[in-house]
């Protein structure tokens, strides 16, 4: 899934419908599947990226940034996005990242409603700040810094 847009507003509908009488998507549930699993996909590739003790360098943007293209992101984590993902990990464990994302699934196929967790809309914030900071990273490059220990 590349278009960022697109995830957030899926993210949105699966998190806002899992508290509702409602269920998305009655005619092709399989496109929620599918996210599901990408998203399951992304959260653990973003929560090993955080533990790697290598030093990771983004490219420099050179083109002048609005508060707009910045998204979700605080300035420092638009400096340094790895933030984003060790703040959110910080918080919370794999685990509980994969329960939420299993329970929003779950009851937005349901057609009852659920009470859900106090923290519904910190994971989602901190998915949202997640795709921010994977989609800067995608789209200014990273590379690695090499230290002496690495030649």
Not at 18 to 39: A, N, Q, R
Not at 80 to 87: E, G
Not at 97 to 114: A, P, R
């Amino acid at each position: 899934m590349d278009d960022l847009a697109e995830v957030k507003e899926k993210l949105f509908d699966v998190v806002n419908y899992s508290t509702k009488p409602k269920v998305l998507l009655k005619e092709d549930p399989s496109l929620i599947f599918h996210f599901y699993l990408c998203l399951r996909s992304f959260i653990k590739a973003s929560y090993v990226l955080q533990l790697k003790t290598t030093k990771w360098k983004l490219s420099d943007s050179t083109e002048y940034t609005s508060r707009l293209l910045q998204g979700s992101l605080s300035d420092d984590e638009y400096k340094d996005p790895l933030l984003v993902f060790r703040k959110a990990f910080k918080e919370f464990s794999l685990k509980e990242f994969d329960h939420f994302i299993t329970e929003s699934v779950y009851f937005s196929f349901s057609s009852y409603t659920n009470d859900p967790d106090a923290n519904i809309i910190t994971f989602f914030i901190h998915l949202t700040k997640m795709l921010d900071a994977a989609q800067l990273m995608r789209e200014r490059g990273v590379e690695k810094i090499i230290t002496k220990g690495d030649r």
